[in-house]
Antibody
């Protein structure tokens, strides 16, 4: 059974930093592109970043480029999102999501339960 | 940039009736080389993550009831729920994966009338 479990969220002040983690199990983690998708309270879904299975390619939404860094450790079956220079508009539930294809051009077949990040003073 | 526009924003349908949700993309999501539409549909219930319903616009994900159907091509797509059940109350999102932006529609909230 595929499982994605996020951790690391919480309350942080504007300008601060936070690191999210996603522990994956139940599938060959290193095979698939993985993404972070976020959802502001009461709002829709926004793709944030993705990373190739071997970690060699990363892509970012314009809204986070230069501030967020996606990475993965295939020895630990884990995905990460390092978030710096956080702003109030980054407040959201952050979901870890798996793609079913070895391609950045993909939908998401499994999602974690999400981890809440709140940026406020 | 891709813009995915869903309509209506919200919808109230009686139990057993049909619900129709539309999704329009600002550019075609049909990839000519493989004749596939790079369009997915998700269902999100309160307090839960999104759940994949359809990919390639009309390929039903395993376990999704056949009262759900996806259709359309190019720029215009439809999610239809035939015979609405109480457990179908949710917000539904379309998503393009033709571009690097992986853009979602704004969502359609489906309620029981």
């Amino acid at each position: 059974e595929v499982q994605l479990v996020e951790s690391g969220g919480g309350l942080v002040q504007p300008g601060g930093s936070l690191r999210l983690s996603c522990a994956a199990s139940g599938f060959s983690f290193s095979t698939y592109w993985m993404s972070w998708v976020r959802q502001a309270p009461g709002k829709g879904l926004e793709w944030v970043a993705n990373i190739k299975g071997d970690g060699s390619q990363m892509n970012y939404a314009d809204s986070v480029k230069g501030r967020f860094t996606i990475s993965r450790d295939n020895t630990k079956n884990s995905l990460y999102l390092e978030m710096n220079s956080l702003r109030a508009e980054d407040t959201a539930m952050y979901f870890c999501a798996k793609t079913p294809r070895d391609s950045r051009y993909s939908h998401f077949d499994y999602w974690g339960q999400g981890n809440l990040v709140t940026v406020s003073s | 940039d891709f813009v995915m526009t869903q309509s209506p924003d919200s919808l109230a349908v009686s139990l057993g009736e049909r619900a129709t949700i539309n999704c329009k993309s600002s550019q075609s999501v049909l990839y000519d080389s493989n004749n596939k539409n790079y369009l997915a549909w998700y269902q999100q219930k309160p307090g839960q993550p999104p759940k994949l319903l359809f990919y390639w616009a009309s390929t039903r994900e395993s376990g999704v009831p056949d009262r759900f159907s996806g259709s359309g091509s190019g720029t215009d797509f439809t999610l239809t729920i035939s015979g609405l059940q109480a457990e179908d109350v949710a917000v539904y999102y379309c998503q393009e994966y033709y571009s690097t932006a992986l853009t979602f529609g704004g969502g359609t909230k489906l309620e029981i009338k």
